[in-house]
């Protein structure tokens, strides 16, 4: 075991262990949520990319020589590799304005630098954390610049997830569109429509919502690394300011800008803000699509039963060969998540203070969760449920032939007063079997 001690107390860690003091006492102090930043890939992969650009532009400016530079380099790789996930154990929620964060992947990076030039974990020569993995740099542009990078890393799936499921919702609006059922309004009975023009518009507006997202998610193009803490670039040479954006833009292959004012990027959070209120207009059409399929796959006979979801196990424990719509249940629930998640990003932003709003880890972390969330409820929403719907021809012809869509069509031909008067001469049921029959000289064949 290795030890540290400082005023603030003694931390023992293990010999394995890359991260140091700095990252030992953000877990001791500040964890709470059970999610540690391992569990964030994408985070991790963007926090490499920030350093390794930083590393560049600092070597350029004549910050660190050669040496280090690539130390710091070849560091960044092995971890954009995928390897050492669980060296970053610190809860990706905590306070400071993500310290802990920072912190924790200068050490390890600085661990794996001296391991490489030949010299202990923990040593911190020739390499140091502060002086040399972050040099130039502050927690604020670092963490800043890292979130966005990762939120746009990990849209790129939801992207995909949601493009399958439009294409899915499109074949079936195709299948259906011979299909005549009855329209509701108000829970009510309303006119005929075929049930493929109901799927389209659920494909268009789930077209419409990724649309949206991604025209948010571009906004985070924009970034502040080089502003250091508060915008003011104090800290860091011009130089590395003037290069430190377009060497990230290299390493990672993004095409990034510098904000139109970095003070600004500092105190303000709304770019996120959109993208989560977003996230949660998309959750809101998801979920009503879900519950739409609940409501037409009801009974299937004491209900709606206009469709038929694939049944992927068993829906009760107490009712023999009941199914349940467990799947769009599951969407729905997730639904319920990202509202919260978009609660916790509203509130990050509102609570930002003066010179630098601390909470934005927070708000990213719920982004980055919500979008996670999203994506594998979609892939499961569309190859388990969504792919598998089939039509009840018979309710649905039974359903367009009930009363109110054959008295809709009866006003189209003959005006809304002289249906009004007929339907209040010979009721309903009369009315129904005389305009079935033609016995009122109206086709219902005609339509």
Excluded at 291 to 309: H, N, T, Y
Excluded at 339 to 347: H, I, L, R
Excluded at 408 to 436: P, S
Aim: proline share 3%.
């Amino acid at each position: 075991m290795r030890e540290e001690t400082d005023q603030f107390g003694t931390v023992v860690m293990s010999e394995k262990a890359l991260y140091g003091i700095q990252t030992q006492r953000t877990l001791n102090n500040l964890s709470f949520s059970g999610l540690p930043l391992g569990r964030y890939p994408a985070y991790i992969e963007s926090l490499a990319l920030v350093k390794k650009a930083a590393a560049l532009a600092n070597y350029e400016a004549g910050v660190v020589d050669w040496d280090i530079c690539k130390a710091i380099i070849e560091a960044c790789d092995y971890l954009l590799k995928g390897n050492q996930y669980d060296q970053f154990p610190i809860d990706i929620l905590h306070g400071g304005g993500g310290i802990g964060t920072n912190m924790n992947v200068n050490e390890v990076i600085a661990n794996l630098a001296n391991e490489s030039l030949g010299f202990p974990r923990g040593s911190y020569t020739p390499v140091h954390p502060a002086d040399h993995v972050n040099a130039s740099q502050s927690t604020s542009d670092v963490c800043h610049t890292a979130i966005r990078l990762a939120i746009m890393k990990s849209f790129q799936p939801l992207f995909a997830a949601l493009e399958q499921l439009v294409g899915a919702i499109n074949v079936k609006a195709g299948e259906f569109q011979n299909v005549t059922t009855i329209a509701r309004t108000c829970l009510q009975d309303g006119m005929r429509i075929q049930l493929g023009d109901t799927f389209s518009g659920y494909a268009q507006v789930i077209k419409r919502r990724l649309f949206s997202l991604k025209e948010a998610a571009g906004t985070l193009k924009f970034i502040n690394l080089g502003g250091t803490v508060i915008g003011s670039g104090a800290g860091a040479p011009k130089l590395y300011r003037d290069k430190a954006v377009s060497k990230l833009c290299e390493v990672s292959g993004f095409k990034l800008l510098h904000r139109e004012n970095l003070f600004d990027a500092a105190q303000n959070m709304d770019d996120l803000a959109v993208v989560s209120s977003e996230l949660k207009i998309l959750a809101s059409c998801l979920l009503k699509l879900a519950k739409d399929l609940r409501l037409l796959s009801s009974g299937p006979e004491a209900g709606f039963g206009e469709i038929q979801l694939p049944a992927v196990q068993a829906g009760s424990s107490f009712f023999p060969g009941k199914i349940n719509p467990v799947i769009p249940e599951t969407v729905i629930q997730c639904c319920f998540q990202v509202y919260g998640c978009d609660c916790a990003v509203q509130s990050a932003l509102e609570h930002g203070e003066l010179g630098l709003n601390v909470f934005e880890g927070a708000a990213g972390a719920n982004i980055l969760n919500a979008a996670e969330m999203l994506e594998k409820v979609l892939v499961t929403f569309t190859e388990k449920c969504i792919k598998g719907i089939e039509v009840n021809r018979e309710n649905c012809e039974k359903h367009a032939n009930t009363f109110i869509p054959l008295v809709v069509e009866l006003k189209e031909k003959v005006g809304y007063a002289a249906a009004a008067q007929l339907v209040k001469e010979n009721g309903k049921e009369d009315l129904k079997n005389m305009i079935l029959s033609g016995g009122i000289g109206y086709d219902t064949d005609n339509q």
